[in-house]
């Protein structure tokens, strides 16, 4: 698994999807760049959601608000009192880590035990194991199970309580080690604060204290009414937004995972009070659908339904999406009733109200919200889609199968010999498709490695001219994932192409 990671590490750098930020000053920890591809990737990714979010939706709008906001939000909206990270150092190594995570890895790890009974089991038993009847009955499995289930309910119940000293404890009664040394010689737990905080004005005495926001949905509520207004939009409506949101995570690694700067791609259904729980089951119907219709496979997301709710949720689930390094949060679909207009009303002494002309009232209304990372979304398409294909005759093939629609070249388009005219044809399919598609045009090496070099890279289709198009005008389209050729005329590209990119 952790070599499996490494490859898809390597493999964005070295097609040019992601580097690290910064890297010729050895780089900062958790921020990346991403490369020519890897910024196509991203915004076929955003142009992805925002078609089927927005321009599908007649009753969602979409929006661009600023990255800096007036500071009061972060009180109304919970932020400064309650976006924080329960961290734990070690007094040997000086690291500093999340003593939820601390823990959440611990249970991985009893985790991982089951996983290893039930493949010995499945090998043992061959088709007549029952994996369910097994986890249910093996009396060790049944153990590690409960163990894992029990930590994980006092870590949620203490850190909801706020009971700092009960996570030490926790931790020391586990027998947690540092991770780097192994250590358990390790601090009390205080909480830190996620948001990076900045200066608005040139002189220290005048100058206010602001935040990066570390979520765009806020520059959603603020804007409620402008947009309702505007708009003239009735409830049940939304308001979207694709944008910068900044944390000053302490546990940063797994790569994109988990970064210091990330993008969000958020949206905020404002709907009558009480009708929260049918809109709720709507949108995580709606999300999980949009995530299968790239067709990665069904059982690489699963709902996870959360009982430890958010200060602003009364009902909440993540999708998660299988990672290189097992299941992890994806995208979360969060009810948070009228919490953040309503504070919002406080704060502001504004009227943040609608008013229902078929109640013949006024409410604050609520809101369920969908909200996914951009570059979580890259990562698992990403590492999805790299595969290492045995091609039989003891060779193998790189090969990145990325949905169509996302690739950021959609097809490249080869001359077979430098020489004949061929170029010169192969230029103007180019021209031609350049209009509708990103093309690229390549007669370096062998036509075979130019393939592969597509492979590598995610390209959909190559398209190659050679004598015979001089002849009848036809050229061969080559489909990366099943390596098919087809002779067509060279008008037909511009269709075959399409049937597969269109969304
Ligand atoms: P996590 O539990 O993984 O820290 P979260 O529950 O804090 O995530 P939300 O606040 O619900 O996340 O943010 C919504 C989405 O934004 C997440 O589902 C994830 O896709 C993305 N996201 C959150 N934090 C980060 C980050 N540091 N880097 C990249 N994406 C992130």
Known sequence: QEDDFKKVISHA??????????????????????G????????????????????LHGNIVGIDSAILMHPTTWKASGHVDAFNDPLIDNKDSKKRYRADVLIEDHV???????????????????????????????????????QACSILKRMGKSLENEDLADV???????????????????TDVKQFNLMFGTKLGASSENA????????????????????????????PFGIAQIGKAFRNEIVARQFIFRQREFEQMEMQFFIRPGSQREWYEKWKEDRIKWHWSLGMGKDNYRFHDHDKLAHYADAAADIEFKFPFGFKELEGIHSRTDFD???????????????????????????????????????????????EEDLGNGTTRTVLKLPAVLAPTKAAVFPLVKKD????????IVEDLKWDFNVLYDEKDAVGRRYRRQDAAGTPFCITVDHQ?????????????????????????????????DM
């Open 108 to 146: 991985a790890k009893i985790e991982a035990k089951i996983d290893k009974e039930v493949a010995k089991a499945s090998k043992r038993f061959g088709d007549a194991f029952d994996k369910e009847q097994f986890l249910a009955t093996n009396p060790r499995v049944v153990e590690y199970q409960e």
């Open 36 to 55: 020519q591809n890897g910024a196509a990737l991203k915004n076929n990714i955003k142009e992805y959601w925002w078609k089927a979010m927005v321009q």
């Open 13 to 34: 750098k070295e097609y040019g999807y992601v580097f690290q930020s910064s890297e010729i000053y050895d780089g900062l920890s958790a921020v990346y760049d991403y």
């Open 341 to 387: 207009l309503g504070n919002h009303e406080k704060y502001s002494s504004k009227k943040l109200q609608y008013f229902d002309p078929e109640l013949n009232e006024s409410y604050v209304p609520y809101v369920v919200e969908t909200s996914i990372g951009v570059d979580r979304m890259f990562l698992a398409v990403f590492s999805n889609s790299l595969q």
């Open 208 to 235: 206010m204290d602001l935040y990066l926001r570390p979520e765009t949905a806020q520059g959603i509520f603020v804007n409620f009414l402008n947009v309702q207004k505007t708009g003239r939009m009735k409830i």
């Open 469 to 501: 198009t001089l002849e009848d005008g036809t050229v061969t389209v080559r489909h990366r994932d099943t390596m098919e050729q087809q002779r067509v005329p060279k008008e037909n590209v511009k269709r075959i192409i399409a049937q597969e990119v």
């Open 168 to 186: 030490k404890s926790l931790i020391e009664e586990l027998g947690i080690g540092c991770p780097l040394s192994g250590s358990k010689n390790w």
């Open 421 to 428: 005219g061929l170029p010169e044809l192969a230029h103007g």
